[in-house]
Every structure is written in C-alpha cells, then in structure tokens.
Nanobody
Framework: QVQLVESGGGLVQAGGSLGLSCAAS???????MGWFRQAPGKEREFVAA????????YYGDSVRGRCTISRDNTKNTVYLQMNSLKPEDTAIYYC?????????????????WGQGTQITVSS
C-alpha cells in the first residue's frame, strides 16, 4: 500500500497563487503521478500529470497555462503550483499514483489516492 498525503490547500483570492504538495509513503520513482480535483456536485476532473522522470508533463484544458506540476523523486513528493486562480478552481484537489510503471497513460489508471486538500478561490 502507498499512502499519499496532500498539503498546501487554503483560501485565496481570485488572481492569486497556491502551491500544493503530495508526499508518498513509498517510492514513486517509476510511476506517473497526477493531480485531480472535484468540485461540489461535479465529477472528478483531471488536472495534471508528470512522467516518472519529469520528462513530460500533461495538463487538463481548464488549467493549462496556469499550472505547473513537478516532482522530487528523492523526497517521493509531487507538487502542483497554480497561478491566476479563478473561483471555478474551487475544489478538493487529490494527488494520485498510477498503477503501471513507466506508463504513458496520463489521465486514467491511477490506483492510489490521497485524502484531498481543499482550495477555495474567492471572487
């Protein structure tokens, strides 16, 4: 079992920035790591993913250009930096680890999930 713990959520004004972290309890070096979010009454939405060696980053349409995903494999930690935040970014943000090593599937196949951290963007 792999435990993922997110941190860094909070309340921010529209146009502001926020950084999230996700620490894993075990090595994630071989796996795609991703961020997802879910707003009240809406389905879970893909936000971003990063390849095992940080060589590739993939973003959802709603955050592309405002968001940067990164990772530090020495710390088993993945990060999400969000800029120019909008009220519609308000959601619970979840970190996830893919189930298959060295995959190129960015939006599906995640098997481990964190408990989530809330981001609230005020207008």
């Amino acid at each position: 079992q792999v435990q993922l713990v997110e941190s860094g959520g909070g309340l921010v004004q529209a146009g502001g920035s926020l950084g999230l972290s996700c620490a894993a309890s075990a090595r994630t070096n071989e796996f795609v790591m991703g961020w997802f979010r879910q707003a009240p009454g809406k389905e879970r939405e893909f936000v971003a993913a990063i390849s095992w060696n940080s060589g590739y980053q993939y973003y959802g349409d709603s955050v592309r250009g405002r968001c940067t995903i990164s990772r530090d494999n020495t710390k088993n930690t993945v990060y999400l930096q969000m800029n120019s935040l909008k009220p519609e970014d308000t959601a619970i943000y979840y970190c996830a680890r893919h189930g298959s090593p060295f995959t190129t599937a960015w939006t599906t196949g995640y098997v481990y999930w964190g408990q989530g951290t809330q981001i609230t963007v005020s207008s």
